[in-house]
């Protein structure tokens, strides 16, 4: 089991910026792909970013450039979003995959308002 948990969500004025964190249980880079996710009002879930056990990067086509996922050496991976719009305002997700196993974090509420 992986327990996830996120934090650094909030409000921001469009061109802003806002940093996510997800704090994982136990030590999972070797083995998993770790990511973001998230949610708008009305919409499915969607990929926002994902790095790998090879540190191999994935981002959606709609937030490249202005995006950047990250991770330290211990248990903690990051989603660094700048120059945020209004469409970018969502829950966010992170995630831990390896196989068929996947767990969730909770979500965290970015609303980006003029």
């Known amino acids: 089991q992986v327990q996830l948990v996120e934090s650094g969500g909030g409000l921001v004025q469009p061109g802003g910026s806002l940093r996510l964190s997800c704090a994982a249980s136990r030590i999972i880079f070797n083995n998993y792909f770790v990511g973001w996710y998230r949610q708008a009002p009305g919409k499915e879930r969607e990929m926002v970013a994902i790095?790998?056990?090879?540190?191999?990067l994935r981002y959606a086509d709609s937030v490249k450039g202005r995006f950047s996922i990250s991770r330290d050496t211990t248990k903690n991976f990051y989603l660094q979003m700048n120059n945020l719009q209004p469409d970018a305002t969502a829950v966010y997700y992170c995630n831990a995959r390896s196989g068929p196993q996947t767990y969730w974090g909770q979500g965290t509420l970015v609303t980006v308002f003029s």
């Open positions: 790095i790998g056990p090879g540190a191999t």
